[in-house]
């Protein structure tokens, strides 16, 4: 129990402050601005140039 | 005890790190109510905020609009945290229906409010019967579902009615 705990605090203070860059995703970004992203698609190989 | 400095981590942090923590149970001796108190405690003396959810009068998922005041209440504890600990009673081998519903009522996004995603996970699990990690497992799997961070590390209470004392203390291990 205590190491749960332990090991919570610090993960919690680890990416608190970072959490809503850890969930930002490719994917989401790309629904929601579909044609600036697709620059970025193509110079990394995901759509055909 | 955890700290920022050992994290690298500056000071500057204004408000303590936030926990609502969920139980599985709704039984009156409810051994999962018992560890969830005793995570609260820990929690609590390593500097976090704890926040029990109390599910009595938390209805079935969609029985009901998400107006409901308990289901409010379940949201707007998610969205306040930073991590989460879940606690469930193991039965018939997986995590109890009443822990279900719970995570059933929180949705992975409302518009731009995220009330899971990004937060810490820690699972927990107690049982009358022999080890097993089905619950435990079963959490971690919807935790990561719900895109949350879930801790490599997991507590698994066999035997619960050995483990707590008439109060709902936790007794103290023998090493």
Redesign the interface.
């Known amino acids: ?17 970072r ?2 860059y ?2 930002d995703r490719y994917s989401e970004r790309k629904e929601r601005e579909p044609e600036s992203l697709k620059a970025v698609a193509t110079d990394l190989g995901f759509v055909k140039r | 005890m ?1 700290s ?1 400095a050992h ?1 690298g ?1 500056s000071q500057r ?1 204004v408000h303590a ?1 936030r ?1 609502p923590i969920l139980y599985g149970s709704l039984r009156e001796r409810s051994f999962s109510r018992f ?1 969830a108190y ?2 609260a405690r ?2 609590e003396a ?3 905020e704890v926040r029990i959810y109390d599910a009595h009068g938390l209805p079935l998922p969609d029985d009901i609009t998400a107006d409901h005041p308990k289901v409010q209440e379940l949201r707007a504890l998610s969205i306040w945290s ?2 989460q ?1 879940r606690v469930s009673p193991e039965r018939h081998g997986n995590l109890t229906g009443v822990m279900k519903s719970q995570i059933d009522w929180l949705p992975l996004s409302e518009g731009s409010v ?1 009330p899971t ?4 996970l ?1 699972v ?1 699990r107690v049982s009358s019967g022999s080890q097993s990690f089905n619950a435990v497992n079963s959490l971690r799997v919807l935790g990561r579902r719900r ?1 949350m ?1 879930a ?5 698994s209470v066999t035997m619960a009615y050995k483990e707590f004392d008439e109060a709902g203390r ?1 007794r103290p291990r023998l090493l």
Not at chain 1, 1 to 17: C, G, H, N, P
Not at chain 2, 117 to 120: P, S
Not at chain 2, 151 to 155: D, G, I, L, S
């Open positions: 129990m205590v190491d749960v705990s332990e090991e919570l605090i610090k993960f919690t203070l680890l990416t608190r402050e959490a809503d850890l969930v | 955890p920022s994290l981590l942090f790190p926990f560890l005793e995570a820990l929690l390593m500097g976090g930073e991590g600990v995220r995603q990004g937060r810490t820690a927990m895109r961070i801790t490599p590390n997991q507590a936790k």
